[in-house]
């Protein structure tokens, strides 16, 4: 559950320094960008944190695949095209934001396929 609000957290954080940088180039900018920004990297990390918590604190087992859903966002909007994007701007923190969700996305992943296998494991055996 933690991986997944970090990586919710990163992403927001991601939106925050990208919309900041924006807004320090002075040119205008329509607002919907903003949206459509915030949906392409907010709004995966937001389904990673709904399935971990649907997987860790309810215990619902098909929960790993809304994890898995939003982890393959993740891992596409931010991981691929926001480093390969950021990384001819030269934003350092861009990056670094970029790299920490990046671990960060593993190991949610991670845990949610080891817990998945877990509860399994651990059903059959009381059965």
């Known amino acids: 559950m933690i991986a997944g609000i970090a990586a919710a957290f990163l992403g927001i954080v991601i939106w925050v320094l990208v919309v900041i940088k924006a807004a320090s180039m002075r040119e205008p900018t329509d607002p919907i960008a903003y949206v459509v920004l ?30 898995f859903m939003g982890g393959v966002g993740i891992l596409f909007f931010i ?11 030269q934003n350092a923190w861009v990056r670094r934001a970029i ?11 991670a845990t949610a396929l080891i817990n998945m ?10 059965k």
């Open 117 to 126: 296998l877990a509860s399994n494991v651990f059903a059959n055996e009381v």
């Open 79 to 89: 991981v691929l095209n926001a480093w390969l994007n950021y990384y001819f701007v």
């Open 38 to 67: 915030f949906l392409l990297v907010g709004m995966p990390g937001i389904i990673v944190v709904i399935g971990t918590y649907l997987q860790a604190i309810r215990r619902k087992p098909w929960a790993v695949a809304l994890v």
């Open 99 to 109: 790299a920490a969700d990046s671990v960060v996305l593993v190991f949610a992943l």
